[in-house]
């Protein structure tokens, strides 16, 4: 599985926009780029993810750059309870057979402050 | 609300002692994925289950064990607990098994060995 590197932590005032960044330099063509928070110690909530082209959904986001190697996710209006770990995560293509398991790393820290 | 549920919610055991985790995946989801994360070690895959049969195995100790059922429940069985073992436990399912098929993960159960 491809690694990514995220930042250890970032802050961002409420309401206002959050780009949280990763690198995914080793990505593959089929590889997808997943997003997860997790809040707490609550279970890790899906939020987008992507293959080649920018994502956008009810929660977020997600420009990936023309060569595949980083993205962002942006969080548009920023709330308190966005307040969590971020997770991206490089997940491979497989055929049948093989595992879609998450290979999840050490995430980001997003802090929403008022 | 993922629609993913698992019981207990919380589990306090002894060293050496058996317990058994529940999950109950999403109206419609064949694969099922046990995650195990500590606070060393994070969100670990631990086995992967699709349609009742095994598909991919992680991380998972020889002591545990999980199979998953007709009506596509799963439970994980941990025997002979170590106080390491203390850890949440989380359950996804996802409607197939492909990268491409997003995975939604229950509330967790946080399991307590004494």
């Known amino acids: 599985d491809a690694k990514t590197t995220q930042p250890t932590s970032m802050d961002c005032a409420e309401g206002r926009a959050a780009n949280l960044p990763c690198n995914h330099s080793?990505?593959?063509?089929?590889?997808?780029v997943y997003w997860y928070r997790q809040i707490h110690s609550q279970g890790p909530q899906y939020i987008i993810h992507g293959l080649k082209n920018n994502e956008t959904n009810e929660m977020a986001s997600l420009i990936i750059t023309e060569d595949r190697k980083s993205s962002t996710l942006i969080l548009p209006h920023a709330t308190l309870r966005d307040t969590a770990v971020y997770y991206c995560?490089?997940?491979?293509?497989?055929?049948?057979?093989?595992?879609?398991?998450?290979?999840f790393g050490k995430g980001m820290k997003l802090t929403v402050n008022p | 609300d993922s629609g993913v549920t698992q019981t207990p919610k919380h589990l306090i055991t002894a060293t050496g002692q058996r317990v058994t985790l529940r999950c109950s995946p999403r109206?419609?989801?064949?694969?099922v994925y046990w995650y195990q994360q500590s606070l060393d070690q994070g969100l670990q895959f631990l086995i992967q289950?699709?349609?009742?049969?095994?598909?991919a195995k992680g991380n998972i100790l020889e002591r545990f064990s999980a199979q998953q059922f007709p009506d596509l429940h799963s439970e994980l069985n941990l025997s002979s607990l170590e106080l390491g073992d203390s850890a949440l436990y989380f359950c996804a399912s996802s409607v197939v098994a492909t990268a491409s098929d997003t995975q939604y993960f229950g509330p967790g159960t946080r399991l307590t060995v004494l």
């Open positions: 289950y699709y349609n009742g049969e095994e598909r």
């Open positions: 995560i490089v997940r491979v293509a497989v055929t049948q057979g093989g595992s879609e398991k998450l290979v």
């Open positions: 109206s419609g989801d064949l694969s």
């Open positions: 080793t990505i593959s063509g089929n590889e997808y």
